[in-house]
């Protein structure tokens, strides 16, 4: 694998790792990291929370990352990973990891 | 092969038919593009008398269903709805499951990918002391998705169907007859499962047909459910779960109780549990100008076969090819280039899904 290739992996593992820890901690998810795939729906089917635990997905976001989700960008929350792209967007925005 | 009651109205209105394990479905309409458009865009009416329908009292139904059931079914509250699966004894998937605390009942629906007489084997419903009724044959299943399909039940059965929250029961009449009603879609647009008796099933079915005619909806099949089911990434036990098999690499893990103590196929997935997992799958994209992707296509990454796709349709809102892959751990992440069947075949993306943003999501049903 080259280089550059395995240090995009690395930094998006990271943040999915960071992001997904948070969750369990403040959802109190009955489940390991392994266990949340990626691509599950945060909201409504899959993982099936609703418009408080939406709140604390934003908070996560922003304790995790220091970024904060507008509420024009509500939709990033379809997902873990789409949540990720977000936040990787907005770190490469600022110029550098947060 | 078992057919639907409304086997003629379909092939009236110009159904295609094919036979999935062991039940006539109809597979579509002749235009994929606009039954795909027709729930993007409006409402669209499926006949889904393809899955198997129970009902259980709640005594002695609770435990039975939680004895077979991945998720917790004590934990369902009144009038809504546990999303879950059924496993065989090896802890692969048999059936994508709704379970509906229903009043005194339990209503239990399933999407099977085992003929209904292995079904009700693994099941244990046969029998005469069996809790179990089973409702298919005696009765519809009719789905009504759609970013509009809220006008259309609203207008039917009244405007409570506003309130009622995603994946839950109602029970409604038409026609002097009891409609169990469940909000429960799987396409990322607004979704309406009806159960009613076959009595009025014709009617039913020619009003919902009327009503979403006139939003500019039409009749879709399957297939259209296969594409859409694929890019609002819902799970589908008929594509990806019959392919894959294996709750674990499909992600399936929210559709578990990790706590509870046994329920069919248990201790083989805690065992695949413990030993970890080896891979998953990912969504994946091609360019617009690429043709449809193959279930079973090879995926390869930097000149090696790393993985395989397992379900793919075109998405009509995205214009190109999508595809859910199995690929190891270490490369199954989105913002991958790939490529398709050999080293320097066509590029493939991995993608984060769900890549589409539902126009259902911006409609704030409770403030209407």
């Known amino acids: 694998m080259t280089e550059a290739i395995s240090q995009t992996i690395a930094r998006r593992r990271q943040v999915i790792d960071t992001f997904k820890l948070e969750l369990i901690r403040r959802l109190n998810l009955p489940y390991v990291l392994e266990d949340l795939h990626e691509d599950v729906s945060l909201l409504g089917s899959g993982l099936g929370l609703d418009s408080l635990d939406a709140l604390e997905i934003v908070l996560c976001v922003e304790t995790c990352f220091n970024i904060k989700i507008p509420d024009e960008s509500i939709s990033v929350l379809r997902s873990i990973n789409t949540v990720v792209d977000f936040v990787i967007e907005q770190q490469d925005a600022k110029g550098g990891r947060a | 092969m078992r057919k639907s009651p409304l086997r003629e109205k379909l092939a009236a209105a110009g159904a295609l038919f094919r036979q999935r394990h062991g039940v006539e479905v109809v597979s579509h309409f002749g235009n994929l593009r606009a039954e795909c458009g027709a729930v993007r865009d409006a409402a669209a009416l499926a006949d889904f008398s393809f899955a198997r329908v129970f009902t259980l009292p709640e005594t002695p139904g609770i435990d039975l269903l939680d004895s077979l059931l991945a998720g917790n079914t004590p934990k369902i509250r009144f009038g809504r709805v546990l999303h879950t699966f059924l496993a065989d004894k090896n802890g692969l998937l048999a059936a994508d499951c709704f379970v509906a605390n229903n009043d005194q009942e339990f209503v239990f629906i399933c999407e099977s990918i085992l003929p209904d007489a292995e079904l009700d084997a693994l099941l244990g419903f046969g029998g005469k002391e069996s809790p179990a009724t089973d409702l298919t044959a005696g009765h519809v299943v009719l789905s009504v998705d759609g970013f509009k399909s809220w006008e259309i039940v609203k207008r039917i059965f009244g405007a409570d169907i506003i309130g009622l929250p ?107 549990r413990a030993a970890g997992l080896k891979q998953k799958i990912i969504g994946f994209a091609a360019g617009a100008d690429c043709p449809a992707l193959q279930t079973g296509a090879p995926i390869f990454h930097e000149g090696k076969a790393v993985g395989q796709i397992v379900t793919a349709c075109i998405s009509y809102v995205l214009n190109r090819p999508l595809a859910l892959g199995l690929l190891p751990l270490d490369l199954a992440f989105s913002g991958l280039q790939f490529r398709l069947d050999s080293p320097d075949g066509l590029v493939l993306r991995s993608i984060s899904m769900p890549p589409i943003m539902p126009k259902s999501l911006t409609v704030k049903l409770d403030e209407m």
């Open chain 2, 166 to 272: 995603y994946l839950s029961i109602e029970n409604y009449h038409f026609a002097n007859e009891p409609v169990r009603f469940i909000r429960a879609g799987k396409t990322s647009e607004f979704g309406y499962l009806l159960i009613a008796p076959v009595k009025i099933a014709a009617q039913l079915f020619d009003t919902l047909k009327a009503a979403v005619e006139q939003l500019g909806g039409r009749l879709i099949g399957v297939d259209a459910h296969d594409a859409l089911r694929l890019e609002g990434r819902f799970f589908n036990i008929f594509r990806e779960g019959q392919r894959v098999g294996d709750p674990l690499p499909l992600g399936l893990q929210w559709m578990m109780d990790m706590e509870k103590e046994n329920f069919s196929g248990s201790a083989a997935i805690r065992q695949r």
